[in-house]
């Protein structure tokens, strides 16, 4: 069965470092992976995806996230946080082959950037 | 501006009452889906549909049902709501055509509240 697991409840940052979200998941065969961020009493806005290909895809505001196939990870990153950038992300994951077009998605991980 | 419509935003409901909540897309994507969203849990899956006349179950589908009459609208009904339905509702759709990688575009939301 396909999971995505978020170990992070929440991450801390300061505003301009980097930030790094953790991401793994489970699936057979190639799936597509998908980042998601959520602001408050907001829908969910697609961030970023990785279908084939390079392994670092970059996405929306300045975020990027590296697919390693060999340990099934695909965690977000940012070179230089903003406070703007404090939300709730979702790594989410679809197995085209088996999945249809269910997407599977994480817990969430609460992102707050400091000033 | 294009995108999903959800009502009502937020609702209070008698448990015992059924209830249905109004999703309609104007984006013509032959999917959509019905997730809800609670603390800790992230987004679960109730329904879905590949298209207009057909419809799935995801992870959590009991004490829900779906109908897909046409393309853009695909209700979500609640026919005797229970306090564990409390939660937010998420209404998505996305591109399911041939070749389409099935990014998710989310409404706002719908907060329901069964007491």
């Known amino acids: 069965a396909q999971s995505v697991a978020q170990p992070e409840d929440q991450v801390n940052v300061a505003e301009g470092n980097p930030l790094t979200v953790k991401c793994t998941y489970s699936?057979?065969?190639?799936?597509?992976l998908f980042w998601y961020v959520q602001y408050p009493n907001r829908g969910l806005q697609f961030l970023l995806k990785?279908?084939?290909?390079?392994?670092l895809v970059k996405g929306s505001y300045g975020f990027e996230a590296e697919f390693n196939k060999s340990q099934t990870s695909f965690h977000l990153k940012k070179p230089s946080a903003l406070v703007s950038d404090s939300a709730l992300y979702f790594c989410?994951?679809?197995?085209?082959?088996?999945?249809?077009?269910?997407?599977?998605f994480g817990a969430g991980t609460r992102l707050f950037v400091k000033a | 501006i294009a995108g999903i419509t959800q009502a009502p935003t937020s609702q209070i409901l008698a448990a015992g009452r059924r209830m249905t909540l109004r999703c309609t897309q104007d984006?013509?994507?032959?999917?959509m889906y019905w997730y809800r969203q609670d603390l800790g849990l992230g987004l679960r899956l109730i329904h879905y549909?590949?298209?207009?006349?057909?419809?799935g179950k995801g992870e959590v589908p009991d004490g829900y049902s779906v109908s897909r009459a046409n393309t853009d609208d695909f209700p979500l009904t609640l026919a005797s709501a229970v306090p564990s339905q409390t939660s937010v509702y998420f209404c998505?759709?996305?591109?399911?055509?041939?070749?389409?990688?099935?990014?998710?575009?989310f409404g706002e939301g719908s907060r329901l509240t069964v007491l």
């Open positions: 998505a759709s996305s591109d399911s055509k041939q070749g389409s990688t099935g990014e998710l575009f």
């Open positions: 699936v057979s065969g190639n799936p597509y």
């Open positions: 990785y279908i084939t290909g390079d392994n």
């Open positions: 989410a994951v679809r197995d085209p082959n088996t999945g249809g077009f269910k997407t599977i």
């Open positions: 984006m013509r994507h032959n999917a």
């Open positions: 549909s590949n298209t207009a006349g057909t419809t």
